[in-house]
């Protein structure tokens, strides 16, 4: 049974940090891809970063300089620390495991999702 549990999200003020954690189980981790996504209520899911098994990554423009994606085999967790964080930040924060090759940033690409953590930054 795959399960990635996020957390880690809470409230932040504008300019402030936090650290997501995405903790994997049921899969070989190290073989696998893990990306990070966001969705505000009404608007599509979007993707923030993704890291691959060689820890190749990738970032939304979005977040270039801002956020950084990294990976824990040991522990099968990877993280996103994000800092400078801005109000647009604010959005319940997914994280999922690629089963499909090819654009890291596709929603498609990906097959296995947890149940988000929601990140709010105040201005």
């Known amino acids: 049974d795959v399960q990635l549990q996020a957390s880690g999200g809470g409230l932040v003020q504008a300019g402030g940090s936090l650290r997501l954690s995405c903790e994997v189980s049921?899969?070989?981790?190290?073989?696998?891809?893990i990306g990070w996504f966001r969705q505000v209520p009404g608007k599509r899911r979007e993707a923030v970063a993704c890291?691959?098994?060689?820890?190749?990554?990738y970032y939304d423009d979005s977040v270039k300089g801002r956020f950084t994606i990294s990976r824990d085999n040991a522990k099968n967790t990877v993280y996103l620390q994000m800092d400078s964080l801005k109000p647009e930040d604010t959005a319940i924060y997914y994280c999922a495991a690629r089963t499909k090759s090819g654009d890291p940033e596709r929603i498609q690409n990906y097959g296995y999702w947890g149940p988000g953590t929601q990140v709010t930054v105040s201005s």
């Open positions: 890291i691959d098994k060689e820890s190749s990554t």
């Open positions: 049921g899969l070989s981790f190290d073989d696998y891809a």
